[in-house]
């Protein structure tokens, strides 16, 4: 299966950008879509955004979407998540996650991601 590193968190004002990375191994060459989830002190994990493997699409929380960008370079295996225009409510651990499929309708998929990776921290302070 594939194996997912995640790095780029840290602490940001409100209102300040971080760019988050998601870099993969070990399967790799099987098409996979990748999602960012994150997850904040006492509640459960929220799923941010999704990426298709063919990077032609993308799908969004309400919550993040016209701030986050998701995107990928599949040469260099690795899935980014652009956040600006950061809230205190972003505070939360950030993982990223990949489901076998090659679809481009990713809604579908969002209950199935797995090949979790150990998180990265995002604190957001006002």
């Known amino acids: 299966q594939v194996r997912l590193v995640e790095s780029g968190g840290g602490l940001v004002q409100a209102g300040g950008s971080l760019r988050l990375s998601c870099a993969a191994s070990g399967r790799t060459f099987n098409p996979y879509a990748t999602g960012w989830f994150r997850q904040a002190p006492g509640k459960e994990r929220e799923f941010v955004a999704a990426?298709?493997?063919?990077?032609?699409?993308?799908f969004y929380a309400d919550s993040v979407r016209g701030r986050f960008t998701i995107s990928r370079d599949n040469a260099k295996n690795t899935v980014y998540l652009q956040m600006n225009s950061l809230k205190r409510e972003d505070t939360a651990v950030y993982y990223c996650?990949?489901?076998?499929?090659?679809?481009?309708?990713?809604?579908?998929?969002?209950?199935?991601?797995?090949?979790w990776g150990q998180g990265t921290q995002v604190t957001v302070s006002s």
């Open positions: 990426i298709s493997w063919s990077g032609g699409s993308t």
């Open positions: 996650a990949a489901v076998y499929t090659n679809s481009d309708y990713l809604a579908p998929f969002v209950p199935h991601f797995g090949s």
